[in-house]
């Protein structure tokens, strides 16, 4: 398993720009719930691995060698392992996006990654449909962002309920709807988040369209350009 470099954050934009005060306050608001979702997340497998390396040492000084009970430990903690680090690469994506490609199945499942804990939380079911890869021409700097801040404002709309996310090519764009269906939404939690996409969108190059009317299911729809 090859770890790679993290924590170098890159604000995405220049230092000085107007839009500086609310990228700031839009990014520290995710990067703070994403790491209280975090050390939510990497303490089950943490926990895990601590319980099949205690296993593997009683069967060490037990003098058993090998064999399919050594193997199950093993590979739990592999296992464990590669969940911690998968979380790690997705809060550093987080934390400096410029680098990756704009591809909006990537971010939504790193959305679902850093936020799985939020919406188990809420008791929203998160039901996904759609390729796992889709590219868009978006600048990248800003889709991680608008995405997070997306999928957490159908969240608390979704509360005790469900959120359908699904991504599919309407004519010459590409359309991420997210949906909620029942449940007790919580329109002061998506707030700060609804105002995010709403700015983000523009500058990610994406088109947003929203019904949000109190008496119906909520809906987001961002769409995207298909790469050149």
Same mark, same amino acid.
């Given at each position: 398993?090859?770890?790679?470099?993290?924590?170098?954050?890159?604000?995405?934009? $220049?230092? #000085?720009?107007?839009? /500086?005060? $609310?990228?700031?306050a839009e990014r520290a608001l995710l990067l703070e719930r994403a790491a209280g979702a975090l050390a939510h997340e990497g303490k089950n497998p943490l926990h895990n691995m601590v319980l099949h390396l205690q296993l593997l040492g009683e069967m060490v000084r037990d003098?058993?060698?090998? *064999?399919?009970?050594?193997?199950?430990? /093993?590979?739990?903690l592999r296992d464990g392992i590669g969940r911690v680090d998968a979380l790690l690469d997705a809060f550093s994506d987080l934390a400096s996006p410029a680098h990756l490609a704009p591809d909006l199945g $990537?971010?939504?499942?790193?959305?679902?990654?850093?936020? *799985?804990?939020? $919406?188990?939380?809420?008791s929203v079911a998160v039901m996904q449909g759609g390729p796992a890869s889709v590219p868009v021409q978006a600048d990248p700097a800003f889709l991680?962002?608008?995405?997070?801040?997306?999928? /957490?404002?159908?969240?608390?709309?979704?509360?005790?309920?469900?959120?359908?996310?699904?991504? *599919?090519t309407d004519g010459p764009r590409t359309r991420l709807e997210l949906?909620?269906? *029942? #449940?007790?939404?919580?329109?002061?939690?998506?707030?700060?988040?609804?105002?995010?996409?709403?700015?983000l969108a523009s500058e990610a190059g994406a088109e947003l369209s929203a019904d949000l009317a109190p008496a119906a299911p909520a809906r987001l729809s961002l769409s995207f350009a298909h790469p050149r």
């Open positions: 398993m090859t770890l790679r470099p993290r924590w170098h954050f890159t604000p995405p934009v $220049a230092l #000085g720009s107007p839009a /500086l005060p $609310a990228v700031s003098g058993e060698h090998g *064999g399919a009970p050594a193997e199950r430990h /093993l590979q739990a $990537a971010a939504i499942s790193r959305a679902q990654l850093l936020f *799985g804990y939020e $919406a188990r939380r809420g991680c962002d608008l995405v997070c801040h997306a999928f /957490l404002a159908g969240l608390a709309l979704a509360r005790d309920g469900a959120l359908h996310i699904v991504v *599919g949906r909620s269906e *029942g #449940g007790a939404p919580r329109r002061d939690e998506a707030a700060p988040h609804l105002e995010a996409v709403r700015r």
